[in-house]
């Protein structure tokens, strides 16, 4: 999903900056396919759960191009169980990856964002945030609470001209879907009312939409992508 928005907003012609954990390899061959097709891209590696590491990705994104104008918290992780085999580490890790790594890349892009008196901030929460769901308590959690913050957060920097809004994504399909049955997709695909999968390219087009000046009077609010799953 990530490489989807990285893509699009590439594609648009924005100047693009993003994070990765591990897998270098996968993060230069992205930089590459974006430069081969005229644009500009910045890989960093880092964990945006951390407060530092995340300070020192708006950092070099300042260095090397001079402003942040679009902000995309996309970076989450999943440790499903039951609550009652959830260990600790097992709803820290996400709530710190999901929702922390959010509020730490709001707050250090947030000063040179108020200071151009514009920008886009759009993050990822997820249909299970508005419904929950069993074995993901610590999931569900995280993504509830960047609902919570997308709105507070919205409400803070409204008057400078920053509009912070949240996508909550359904079924999509991916690398997590494609390993269910058939019978699994089937029983999914009854729950949501087009009867199918969304795409990557479905959430990347709707963080496009809120990241361009057609939804420059649109904060605080959280866009669904789900087929109509959650009504």
């Known amino acids: ?3 989807a ?3 699009k907003l590439s594609a648009l012609g924005a100047k693009v900056v993003f994070s990765y954990r591990s897998n270098e390899q996968m993060a230069k061959e992205l930089v590459d396919e974006i430069e081969a097709n005229g644009g500009e891209a ?3 590696q880092g964990d945006v759960g951390d407060f530092q590491q995340a300070k020192e990705l708006m950092e070099k994104t300042m260095e ?3 402003s ?3 902000l995309v918290n996309n970076a989450g992780i999943t440790k499903d169980t039951l609550i009652l085999r959830m260990t600790e580490e097992d709803f820290d890790d996400v709530i710190n990856t999901n929702l922390k790594g959010t509020f730490n890349c709001i707050k250090h892009a947030a000063k040179p964002m108020l200071k151009a008196k514009r920008g886009r901030i759009i993050n990822m929460a997820s249909v299970i945030g508005l419904i929950g769901n069993p074995g993901q308590a610590n999931y569900a959690a995280s993504k509830a609470g960047i609902i919570g913050l997308t709105k507070s957060v919205a409400k803070e920097f409204a008057a400078r001209g920053i ?3 949240a996508v909550a994504p359904g079924f999509i399909e991916s ?3 494609d390993k269910l049955s058939e019978e699994q997709k089937t029983a999914i ?3 949501i009312p087009s009867g199918t999968l969304g795409t990557v390219e479905d959430v990347a087009n709707c963080v496009a939409f809120l990241a361009s000046e057609e939804a420059r009077y649109i904060t605080g609010q959280v866009l669904n992508v789900d087929g109509g799953m959650v009504v």
């Open 1 to 3: 999903m990530g490489k």
């Open 5 to 7: 928005i990285v893509l």
């Open 42 to 44: 910045l890989a960093v």
């Open 64 to 66: 090397r191009f001079g």
């Open 68 to 70: 942040i104008d679009i």
């Open 163 to 165: 509009t912070v809004n």
């Open 175 to 177: 690398d997590m879907t």
């Open 189 to 191: 695909r009854k729950n």
